[in-house]
C-alpha cells in the first residue's frame, strides 16, 4: 500500500458535485488510498456508494479504506479500517479486523502513537500537523515537530494529516512523515484532479530527496 497522498473524502466539501465523481478525478490525479470517511450517512446509504468507491480505486490500483465502521469495512470488503480517537479501540478493531487487512490508528501524540503500534496498526495518521477547519473535533495542530516526534518513535509508516496542501506537504514529509493525508485541498478543490497531481508531485519530490539523503521511505506496506 502507498501511502503518499491519502484521500479522505467528507461530503459536505463537494461544492454540490456527486462525491464519486470526484473521488474519481482525485484517483485520475494519483490519490494512492482513498478512505471513506461519513459519519451522518445510514449504513444503508453508505453499502452501495462504498461498493463503487471500492471499484474506482481498485480500478486505478489505490488502496479503499473505512473509517471507523469495522462491520462495514468488512461488508464491503474494503483493504483496511481507520479508527480515530473515539472509534473503536485499536486493539478491538485489529481483533474484528485482522490481517492481511490494514488497521490505520490516528494519533496526535508519541504515547498514542506507541500505543497504537503495539496494538497492531500497520499505519498512523498524525495531526493535525496545521490547523485546520474540516474537522471540528480536531483538537490544536501539533506542528511538524510534533509530527517528528511521532514519526521517529514508532516504526510503522506516519501519514501527516490536518491542514494539508500543496504549499506545505513537502515539509511534512520532511518532517518524517511517509505520505499526507488530505481532505478539502483536494475534494473542495475546484480541479481535484489537478489539485491531487499537484499535491502528489510535492509529496514524491520531498520523498526522492529524503530517500537520496537518507533512511529509505516507508511508505509502502504489501497489502
Not at 487487512?101 to 498514542?112: D, K, M, P
Not at 503495539?118 to 509530527?147: C, H, N, Q
Request: aromatic letters at 2%; glycine letters at 14%; charged letters at 25%.
Amino acid at each position: 500500500m502507498r501511502l503518499d497522498l491519502y484521500l479522505v473524502t467528507d461530503p459536505d466539501l463537494t461544492a454540490g458535485r456527486p462525491l464519486l465523481q470526484v473521488v474519481a478525478a482525485a484517483l485520475e490525479g494519483g490519490v494512492t488510498a482513498v478512505q471513506l470517511r461519513d459519519k451522518r450517512a445510514a449504513l444503508r446509504d453508505l453499502l452501495p456508494l462504498g461498493a463503487e468507491m471500492r471499484r474506482i480505486a481498485r480500478r486505478h490500483q489505490a488502496a479503499f479504506i473505512v473509517n471507523d465502521r469495522a462491520d462495514l469495512a468488512l461488508a464491503l470488503d474494503a483493504d483496511g479500517l481507520h479508527v480515530g480517537e473515539e472509534d473503536l479501540p485499536p486493539l478491538e478493531a485489529r481483533r474484528l479486523v485482522p490481517r492481511p487487512r490494514l488497521l490505520g490508528v490516528s494519533a496526535g501524540t508519541v504515547r498514542e502513537a506507541i500505543s497504537a503500534e503495539r496494538a497492531g496498526a500497520d499505519y498512523l495518521g498524525a495531526g493535525p500537523v496545521f490547523a485546520t477547519a474540516t474537522k471540528a473535533d480536531a483538537g490544536e495542530p501539533i506542528g511538524l515537530g510534533g509530527l517528528a516526534a511521532i514519526a521517529s518513535a514508532v516504526g510503522i509508516p506516519v501519514v501527516g494529516i490536518g491542514g494539508i496542501d500543496s504549499g506545505n506537504a513537502s515539509s511534512v514529509i520532511e518532517a518524517g512523515a511517509a505520505g499526507v493525508a488530505v481532505i478539502s485541498a483536494v475534494i473542495g478543490a475546484g480541479d481535484p484532479e489537478a489539485a491531487a497531481r499537484e499535491i502528489l508531485s510535492k509529496v514524491r519530490e520531498a520523498l526522492g530527496r529524503k530517500g537520496a539523503s537518507g533512511p529509505a521511505e516507508r511508505g509502502e506496506e504489501g497489502t
